[in-house]
Every structure is written in C-alpha cells, then in structure tokens.
C-alpha cells in the first residue's frame, strides 16, 4: 500500500510538476529582454563615443542576434551610412583591406550598389598601377572591376552623380583586369583588354596612353624572345642559301613579332606625340621602333615605310 501510494500520482502532483516545467519562461523572457537591452546599449555608447569601428561591430551584433528586435529597424537605418561612412574613411587613408572588408559586408545586403563596387575596383586599380605597384589585393579588384563592367552594361549608374561617364568607367575597369591579366602572365586576354580599354577612351591619356605603352611591353618582350630563337639556330643553317624548315619557321615567327611591335610602337608613339607626352616616355619607344623597323625592312633606308605607319596612327607627317 505505501509503495502504491507513493508512486501514484494525484491530481496536485501532476498540476505542480505542470508549473514547474513552465515556471523557467518567465525569467527566460525576462533575460532576453535584458540581454538585447544590453546589446541596444553596447552600441550606443559606442556611436555616442564616435568609435565609430566599435560602434558598426556592435550594430551588426545586436541585429544577428535581434533582426527582430525593438530597435532593429533604428540600428538598420544608422548602419548603412555607418557602414559607407567607414568605407570612405577606409579608402581615403588607403586601408585597402579594410575598404575591401567594409565593402564585402555592405554588398552582402545590398548586392547592386555600385558606387561601392566602383570605389573598390577604383581603391585596387590605384595600387595596381602605383610605384611601385601593389598586387596584393588584385585578385578582389578584378572581381569588383568585372562586377561592375556587368552593372554598368546593363545601364546601372552611379547614385548621386549626375553626370556619369559610361565609358570611362568602361574603360578603367576594363584596364584593372588586363593590367593583372598581365601580371599573371595571361598575355593573350590582356592584349586584349588593353585593346578593348583604349576603344572606349581612345583619347585619355592616363588610360589608352598606359595601355599603348603596356602593348609596347608586351610586343618587345615577344619580340626579344623570338630574336633568341633565331639566334639560336646555328649560324651556317641561318645563312644557307636554301634555308631548312627549322630557319624558316623561326624566321617567319621573327617577322611576325617585328611587325607586331612596330604596329604597336608606332600607335605609342603616334599618341605620345600628339598629346605631347614628354620626351623621355616617348623617345626611347621610337628610338626601338627605328631599330626594329631598319632591321625587318634594311631596304627602307629613308624610313619613309615607317613615316606611313606613324602617319596611319594619326601622326601629322614633319
């Protein structure tokens, strides 16, 4: 009997093992409450204190745990300037990784914003083309340039600029992929990134003006190297009347990259000129053209072939 009564519940029992099960919701309740009361305050003392990194942490803390909460909307409304706010700072005192890291989380809620992505690849696209140049942030820059080459054909614009330039934008961030295509030896696509750049500023000065010059590179290194190859071969097959497959092979490819850096030289120069470059970025070009030129075509002593070229590149004849 007594062990039946003990381990039968009655009605009280079982109405108290009820409340206790529920008794912990109100002090649960009551905690949360303090905690996000807590959480609204660490940011506020934060804004108030103009610790303004702290105060964007703290924000972006209480909405992951709070995206609901009573000042939710409040905090949203103050962080995005917050948060664009903190980009500038970090852009203007040249904390690229900062800039991309702010950047990043801005994106992640509003994807489409292209003044953002424009600030960034533009942030990149200054170490890129510094001196020296800094390549440690130019795989972001490229991503953020081709983003925003997506953006801006499909007729985005930048918000609050009431005069936007399609094609020079086009253009700067067509160059910041080729210019690290170059870099990472792609060479193909970034002949053709300086090409497609220059098509959309042909007349700009620090943008085709940089990607003729980088062609110029390009086309001397290809051409040195090909000069190599033939050098290469033995003298008596070089000079044989009746030259074998191997010379000929060489020296085809060896005209094929002379005529390509003078094509390329020559557009370089050619501009140069015409923007009045100063001397010593044009001279030493042309003084390499005349070179290459006399020895691809010996029979031209007067140049006069070479005259044409220039003249066919927009360069008034003397």
């Known amino acids: 009997m007594f062990l039946r009564k003990t381990l039968a519940p009655t009605a009280v029992g079982i109405l108290l093992l009820a409340a206790l099960a529920v ?8 905690q949360e409450i303090q905690d996000e009361g807590a959480a609204y305050r660490a940011w506020h003392a934060a804004s108030q204190a103009g610790d303004s990194a702290k105060a964007v942490a703290a924000a972006k803390e209480y909405l992951d745990k709070y995206p609901t909460g009573q000042y939710a909307d409040f905090i949203k409304k103050w962080l995005g300037p917050a948060q664009m ?15 991309l890291a702010v950047g990043k989380e801005i994106l992640a809620s509003d994807p489409e914003n292209l003044n953002v992505v424009y600030a960034l690849a533009s942030q990149v696209r200054a170490e890129v083309l510094g001196r020296p140049p800094v390549w440690d942030n130019a795989a972001a820059g490229v991503e953020y340039a081709k983003k925003g080459i997506a953006m801006v054909d499909s007729g985005k614009t930048l918000a609050g600029v009431s005069t936007f330039d399609k ?37 700009d000065v620090l943008i085709a003006g940089q990607n003729l010059r980088r062609v110029v590179a390009i086309r001397q290194n290809a051409y040195g190297e090909a000069v190599k190859a033939y050098n290469a071969l033995p003298e008596a097959d070089r000079g044989a009347p009746e030259p074998n497959e191997a010379v000929k092979a060489a ?22 000129r015409a923007k009045n470059l100063p001397a010593a970025a ?7 053209l005349e070179t290459v030129y006399k020895s691809r075509f010996p029979e031209d002593a007067t140049l006069d072939g070479l005259k044409k070229i220039l003249a066919a590149k927009g360069l008034p004849a003397a």
């Open 23 to 30: 008794a912990p919701a109100a002090p649960v309740a009551a």
């Open 85 to 99: 706010a903190a980009l500038d700072a970090a852009i203007k005192e040249k904390r690229t990784a900062d800039a």
């Open 167 to 203: 094609n020079a934008t086009l253009a700067w961030m067509t160059q910041l992929v080729a210019v690290v295509d170059h870099k990472n030896g792609n060479v193909a696509e970034a002949l053709q990134g300086y090409e497609k750049s220059t098509a959309y500023a042909p007349g």
């Open 251 to 272: 020296r085809a490819k060896l005209n094929a990259e002379a005529d390509a850096y003078i094509d390329a030289a020559a557009a370089f120069v050619a501009f140069g």
């Open 282 to 288: 044009v001279d030493p070009v042309n003084q390499t």
